[in-house]
């Protein structure tokens, strides 16, 4: 792996990380989901693997898609019970809201484990497969509010398998 595809993917997963900032956290997540898209590509047209890409462009556009279809439902939810009434309309369209985000971030994350076992393989560095099996388990667990902490970390797994990854691994 050549040390601009490390740098690029090192440094949008720590971004990603420090997404629990206040305030900033969503501006860091974006900058790190935009470095770790390029570095994708990149990895994907040296490894001449273009699935590699269309993967994980799949899983963070249905991560990200299901996230914003479902906050709208959920947003809708709320705006239908008017003067602090909830219905039965409010209660199905919160449950849809859960069920789309959910599902989507499962979905979503499951790709990402595909690319990352992927990259594993390439690179021969475990700890690839290691933070998408976090990232996957992480985002079933959600429900149970410890996935997000499990998540954070396959994030952090992320950043060090790159930042531990060898140079010049393209050819191997």
Known sequence: MDREVKLLWGFGALLI????VPLLGGLFALVG???LTLAVKRLSER?????????FVKG???YLLGSLVGLLIGYAA?????GGEVGLLTYFLAFLSFVIVYSSAVVGTYLLKEVF????LIT????????????FWGALLTVILIGALITWVGWILVAVAFFTTEDNLEGQ
Do not use: C, P, Y
């Open 17 to 20: 990380v420090l997404s629990v």
């Open 33 to 35: 989901l935009i470095l």
């Open 47 to 55: 490894e001449g693997r273009r699935e590699l890409f269309s993967t």
């Open 60 to 62: 963070v556009g249905i």
């Open 78 to 82: 709320f705006g239908s019970s008017q």
């Open 117 to 120: 076992r992927e990259v594993a």
């Open 124 to 135: 021969g560095n475990g700890l690839f497969d290691w933070a998408g099996k976090f990232l």
